[in-house]
């Protein structure tokens, strides 16, 4: 039966981090704080805010909202990008996305100063990723996965990681820290010929397409280390992974679960980011 590998422990010892450089800064009276621009409604950002809320509250960091309705023009959302580059009281800034889509992503997410991006959504921070030099700050999902793996042992090195999805937000990035620490990353897609082949190939494999259950025992072999990213609503409202875990579960050496996995690490992550970027702002 695989070993349950919990977000918590892991964003515990990065909590942990964050909170020496947050008393080191409260010695200095500063205090960081994040700026969240949100566009509408949409659920499952308003239930992501929540438990950021929650543990900035928790870490005792400040929080600054730019609520924004949905049918906001562009200009309006570069103002406020602007707006929260400006103030210097606001150190990190996060932006829900996808935006609404007659908002251009590209030409938006321009204005989002690299020292304030902490979750790598400008292309400067992009670049970083893919070269591999210190540009800004990692993707917070991307990376939530190589802590996960990390705080757990499991070495990349020379093993056979498998990825699925291809998003700019998690999949493109992470194959591309996943090589950083030396494993032979295989991504697939929807147009992957045969998914349960390649993934029963994998040493590491991570679901991140966003679709409740696919990945199933079938796609697993003995010993192989199963990360799920995916964050869904199955049909009783309940959240769930990409993994069905009851297929999975016999046959996987170790497995993240949904909820209480790599979402609580990403949470982590984005604060200590802005932890980070409020440090290096007063040259800490
Ligand atoms: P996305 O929709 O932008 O991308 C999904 C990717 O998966 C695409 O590249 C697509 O080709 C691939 N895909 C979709 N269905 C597939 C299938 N049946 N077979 C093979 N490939 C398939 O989504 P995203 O933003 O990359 O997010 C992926 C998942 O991760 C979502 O469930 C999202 O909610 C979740 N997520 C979790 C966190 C977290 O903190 N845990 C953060 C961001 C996203």
């Known amino acids: 039966?695989?070993?349950?590998?919990?977000?918590?422990?892991?964003?515990?010892?990065?909590?942990?981090?964050?909170?020496?450089?947050?008393?080191?800064?409260?010695?200095?009276?500063?205090?960081?704080?994040?700026?969240?621009?949100?566009?509408?409604?949409?659920?499952?950002?308003?239930?992501?805010?929540?438990?950021?809320?929650?543990?900035?509250?928790?870490?005792?960091?400040?929080?600054?909202?730019?609520?924004?309705?949905?049918?906001?023009?562009?200009?309006?959302?570069?103002?406020?990008?602007?707006?929260?580059?400006?103030?210097?009281?606001?150190?990190?800034?996060l932006i829900f996305r996808p935006l609404p889509k007659h908002i251009r992503e590209d030409v938006v997410l321009a204005h989002l100063k690299p020292e304030k991006d902490v979750d790598c959504v400008t292309l400067a921070s992009l670049a970083g990723v893919f070269t591999g030099r210190k540009i800004g700050f990692l993707p917070c999902t991307p990376e939530a996965v190589i802590r996960t793996l990390d705080h757990y042992g499991v070495d990349c090195k020379g093993k056979k990681a498998v990825v699925i999805g291809r998003s700019i937000v998690v999949g493109k990035p992470l194959a591309m820290l996943l090589l950083g620490k030396n494993a032979t990353v295989t991504m697939c897609h929807t147009k992957t010929a045969d998914l349960p082949k390649e993934a029963k190939e994998a040493d590491?494999?991570?679901?991140?397409?966003?679709?409740?259950?696919?990945?199933?025992?079938?796609?697993?072999?003995?010993?192989?280390?199963?990360?799920?990213?995916?964050?869904?609503?199955?049909?009783?409202?309940?959240?769930?992974?990409?993994?069905?875990?009851?297929?999975?579960?016999?046959?996987?050496?170790?497995?993240?679960?949904?909820?209480?996995?790599?979402g609580s690490v990403t949470t982590a992550v984005l604060v200590s980011h802005v932890v980070s970027a409020a440090s290096e702002q007063y040259g800490m």
């Open 1 to 93: 039966m695989a070993k349950i590998l919990t977000g918590k422990e892991v964003a515990a010892s990065i909590n942990e981090e964050s909170k020496k450089v947050i008393e080191r800064l409260a010695r200095e009276g500063i205090v960081p704080c994040i700026g969240i621009i949100r566009i509408g409604e949409n659920e499952s950002d308003i239930s992501y805010e929540k438990g950021l809320l929650k543990r900035c509250e928790a870490m005792r960091l400040n929080v600054k909202k730019y609520m924004l309705p949905s049918d906001v023009s562009e200009e309006r959302v570069i103002r406020t990008i602007e707006e929260a580059n400006e103030d210097e009281n606001v150190h990190g800034i």
């Open 204 to 262: 590491i494999l991570i679901a991140a397409a966003g679709k409740a259950g696919i990945v199933t025992g079938d796609f697993v072999k003995e010993g192989q280390i199963v990360i799920d990213v995916g964050i869904n609503v199955n049909e009783d409202g309940k959240l769930c992974g990409d993994v069905d875990r009851e297929s999975v579960e016999p046959a996987a050496e170790a497995i993240t679960p949904v909820p209480g996995g790599i």
